[in-house]
C-alpha cells in the first residue's frame, strides 16, 4: 500500500503519520510537498497535523489554494480515500471535500490534553471494521477544534451514518453539553465525519500520538487500531 503524507508550511505532525504507515503497518509511505502536483500512485492520502501557513486568515484557509490540493480534491473524487488529521480535517472542510467548520474552542482556549473518542458504526474507511463503542484514548492540541454544521447539515450527517468519532468519558458516554468529554464543544459533541460515499474522513483528536505503548502515555496504542483498518480496508 502507497501512503501520500502531504507536507504545509507549517505541518508537524507528518513524520508522526510516516511512522505509522512506514514503519509500524509496514506500508510504502512517503512525503509529498504542498507546491507538487503528483501524489506518485497513492493509495491513500494524508493530510497531517500542523499549523498551515500559520493558521493565518483562518485555519485551512490558505493550504486549500495550495497546488496539491487540487489534485487531492480530483483523487478524492475519482473514490481514492483521504485523511485528514487535525488542521488536516481543518483544510478538507475548507476545501469543501467535507460540510462543516471548525471554529474557535469553547472559552476560546489552545486545548492541548488527552480525551476520549468512540467509534460510530460509519461509512467512512477509518473506523470500517472497528466495533461501534470502541473508546480510544489519544491527545488534542488545537485552538479551533469546535466542530460546527447547521441542523440540516447535522441531521444529514446523523442519518447516513456519516459521524465516525464522538467525544466520550472513558466508559463511552456521549453529553454534548458536557465540558469534560466534549472539551471544545463540537456539534453533537462529534469529533469526526467522512462524507457520503466514505472516502473522505476528518477527525480532530491525534491517535498517531497514541499508537505506542511505549509513548502514547494514558491513551497507550489505543490509537493505532484504525489505521490498521485503514491499510485492510
Sequence with gaps: MRVAVVVFPGTNCDQDVLHVFGTLLNAEAFPVWHRDTDLKNADLVVLPG??????????GALAK?????????????????????CN???????????PGALLENVGQRFLSRFVHIKAEK????????????????????????NYYADPETLAALEANGQVVFRYCDPAGN????????????????????CNKAGNVVGLMPHPERAVEALTGFVGGDTGLEPFLRSVAA
Excluded at 488536516?88 to 469543501?96: A, N, R, V
Design 122 to 145: 460509519s461509512v467512512g474507511f477509518f473506523t470500517s471494521g472497528m466495533q461501534p463503542g470502541r473508546v480510544i484514548t489519544c491527545p488534542i492540541a488545537h485552538f479551533q477544534g
Design 65 to 85: 489554494l495550495s497546488p496539491v490540493m487540487q489534485v487531492v480534491k480530483d483523487f478524492a473524487g475519482r473514490g481514492g480515500r483521504v485523511l485528514g488529521i
Design 174 to 193: 456521549v453529553a454534548a453539553g458536557d465540558r469534560t468529554s466534549n472539551v471544545n464543544g463540537s456539534c453533537n459533541a462529534i469529533a469526526g465525519i
Design 88 to 98: 488536516g480535517f481543518q483544510i478538507l472542510c475548507e476545501s469543501g471535500l467535507l
Design 50 to 59: 500542523g499549523f498551515s501557513y500559520g493558521d493565518y486568515l483562518r485555519t
